[in-house]
């Protein structure tokens, strides 16, 4: 055994003594700089060490499907900070350690989220979508806005049956400010009790205990953000107006034949949680198509001519067109290649043992991952290109993984409300075997479709009508990243032109 820990780590920057690689680790980009890093040091597989913590860094995908899925009982637990109990986000299902309180809550998840349940939210997402078109028809200069309480309203809708009208909602309200500390808190480095966790014990009224003050703020945010939609079910279930949804249909179950405290806490943390896990991925998804059809009037125009072909001007776009439109799977699939709302997923950790791989040695370590851009399956990786998806023939190539819902059992347990395939078996080791997995997500490809449909998006122009540039660059939000389009500091611009007075037509009368 001796022998074998002699193996050496996965290659990566040279560690200086006690800090590690603290100063190798830039504060923002982090993806970014694991891409060059994986260039460096010619290898894609990285590792990488702060203050006694190792980093398992995985740059394409099939190391991540020999660890990540063919070892999957290793490699499935996350990695466990102090902040997350005092921010009182300890029972948020993406952050469960790997064991029986997490698979109890994934089983809910998957009886809620499977493809046949996801299609019961179908009505609702053309309800809703259509809605957003409306928007963008009467104050199309407020469209980031539009494009939040759409995928808000979304989630909300399926949770708890509330529906958000107006982005200036106190639900939407405290679950911003909520998140925009909080993920400042977990982020690296953004809290000393992350690294030094005894910290945790230092009353919050002690001078200088910032992160405390913070993280109780937290907590009583994210209480907040719970109470008010479930005093909403409650208030409507007693009003007789309810509508069906994961938190309603629990407490009419609850009220009728009963259920145990412990269903009743695994249901309101799962709707808990996918305010954030699904609302956030989606408006980031959605901003960078904006951005990149703004950018590429090229791309929108074959899209464009692709829909007119097959949808015609009198409907709008369905699910069932979608097999019909290979371009626009193709737009799909290089947007969440080209900008992955969580670049580095969201962290997978060894469990206790050590493991060999590749003849290196893998400590117990954090495995995150940069295989979006890696230059070898995705040549010149940083330019969106949806023709990457296309082959020869002008057809639809078999690359229909989408990197960004991540790998193995704690793989997006939402993709499949919007996926189509039935497929939902922990998968399997050959790449072959585990595409068509997670190839759909209905409201993102319902958006698109539809906005392309009905206008041309383009570059804002400024009063001497000389076009505004658009702001390129994302913000990082924890694990997240936001293009410029969904922040709230910084505007970006661009319009939103009715393809035709008959699209007007149909968006505002349904004809
Ligand atoms: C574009 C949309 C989305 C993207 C890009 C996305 C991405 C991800 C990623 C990368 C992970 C971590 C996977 C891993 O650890 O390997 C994840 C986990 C998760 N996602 Fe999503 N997601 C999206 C939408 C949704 C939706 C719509 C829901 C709920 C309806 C959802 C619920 C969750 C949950 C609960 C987890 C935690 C799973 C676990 O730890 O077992 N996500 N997602």
Not at 137 to 149: C, R
Not at 233 to 242: F, I, M, Q
Not at 457 to 467: A, F, N, V, W
Request: hydrophobic share 35%; net charge neutral; aromatic share 8%.
């Amino acid at each position: 055994v001796s022998n074998r820990k002699r193996a050496p780590y996965p290659p990566g920057p040279k560690p200086l003594p006690l800090i590690g690689n603290v100063l190798d680790f830039p504060s923002s980009s982090l993806a970014q700089e694991y891409v060059e890093w994986g260039k460096k040091y010619n290898s894609p597989i990285l590792h990488a060490e702060a203050l006694g913590n190792h980093v398992l860094i995985l740059n394409n995908r099939e190391d991540a499907i020999a660890l990540l899925e063919q070892h999957a009982k290793l490699y499935s637990d996350r990695p466990q900070m102090p902040i997350f109990e005092l921010m009182g986000w300890e029972f948020n299902v993406e952050l469960l350690p790997y064991g029986d309180e997490w698979r109890q809550h994934r089983r809910v998840c998957q009886q809620h989220f499977n493809p046949q349940t996801a299609r019961k939210y179908e009505a609702l997402q053309m309800d809703k979508v259509r809605g957003f078109l409306q928007a963008l028809i009467e104050t199309p200069e407020q469209f980031d806005a539009h494009n939040k309480v759409l995928s808000i309203s979304l989630t909300m809708n399926m949770m708890y049956g509330y529906d958000i009208k107006s982005i200036d909602d106190r639900v939407i309200e405290v679950a911003e400010a909520g998140n925009v500390i909080g993920s400042r808190l977990m982020a690296p480095g953004g809290s000393l009790i992350n690294i030094f966790p005894l910290l945790r014990h230092i009353p919050p009224w002690v001078p200088g205990a910032t992160s405390h003050k913070e993280a109780q703020e937290v907590k009583s945010l994210t209480e907040e953000m719970m109470r008010i939609p479930t005093e909403f079910v409650k208030k409507s279930l007693a009003d007789g107006t309810a509508v069906s949804s994961l938190v309603t249909d629990f407490y009419e179950k609850k009220y009728s034949v009963g259920a145990s405290e412990k269903e009743e806490d695994i249901i309101k943390n799962i709707a808990y949680t996918v305010y954030g896990a699904a609302s956030d991925t989606t408006i980031s998804a959605s901003g960078t198509f904006f951005c990149q059809m703004a950018l590429n009037p090229h791309i929108q125009k074959r899209a464009q001519e692709e829909l007119d072909r097959v949808v015609g001007s009198k409907r709008l776009p369905t699910l069932d067109d979608r097999k019909s439109l290979p371009y626009l799977e193709a737009i799909y699939r290089e947007l969440l290649r080209f900008k992955p709302p969580l670049p580095l997923s969201v962290p997978h950790s060894l469990a206790a043992e050590d493991h060999h791989y590749k003849g290196y040695f893998i400590p117990k370590a954090v495995s995150e991952r940069a295989m979006t851009h890696d230059e070898e399956a995705y040549p010149d990786p940083f330019a969106f290109k949806p023709e990457r998806f296309i082959d020869e023939k002008g057809k639809l190539n078999d690359d229909d993984r989408v990197l960004a819902y991540g790998f193995g059992r704690r793989i997006c347990v939402g993709k499949s409300i919007a996926s189509s395939s039935l497929h939902l078996k922990i998968p399997s080791p050959s790449v072959k075997v585990v595409r068509n997995l997670n190839r759909r997500y209905m409201q993102l490809w319902l958006q698109i479709a539809s906005v392309l449909a009905c206008f041309t998006i383009e570059k804002s122009r400024d009063k001497d009508g000389k076009e505004i540039e658009i702001d390129t660059t994302y913000e990082e939000s924890g694990l997240l990243m936001m293009a410029a389009t969904t922040r709230r500091k910084r505007q970006f611009e661009c319009s939103f032109i009715p393809r035709s007075p008959a699209v007007k037509k149909l968006i505002l009368e349904g004809i």
